[in-house]
């Protein structure tokens, strides 16, 4: 069966760390181009990064530039976001995704196969 499932959301005062995770089974993650996306309340879903399974290079939104890392290990079929520096403003549902048809990441327009449950960040004093 096909599941990703998604850990590691919770409160953060601003400034703190959290870091994300997203568990694969069904489908292995290092052959496929591997995401994050996030949801605020009363806002449109946007993508926040994603990582290349063809090199392992990583592209992220500017708004997270310098203060999120987006890591696998295809050992543990696990894909993780690393989130420092969080802002009020990165306070949201996060959810990972897969592409199937991709081993790259790019800007273009993708398909997303698979996606996890979300988990909820809030980042408040």
């Known amino acids: 069966q096909v599941q990703f499932v998604e850990s590691g959301g919770g409160l953060v005062q601003p400034g703190g760390s959290l870091r994300l995770s997203c568990v694969a089974s069904g489908f292995f993650l290092q052959y496929y181009a591997v995401g994050w996306f996030r949801q605020a309340p009363g806002k449109d879903r946007e993508w926040v990064s994603c990582?290349?399974?063809?090199?392992?290079?990583?592209l992220y939104t500017d708004s997270v530039k310098g203060r999120f890392t987006i890591s696998k290990d295809s050992a543990k079929n696990t894909v993780y976001l690393q989130m420092s520096s969080l802002k009020p403003e990165d306070t949201a549902v996060y959810y990972c995704?897969?592409?199937?048809?991709?081993?790259?990441?790019?800007?273009?327009?993708?398909?997303?196969?698979?996606w996890g449950q979300g988990t909820q960040v809030t980042v408040s004093a």
């Open positions: 995704a897969a592409d199937l048809e991709r081993t790259r990441c790019s800007y273009g327009p993708t398909t997303w196969n698979y």
């Open positions: 990582i290349s399974s063809s090199d392992g290079s990583t």
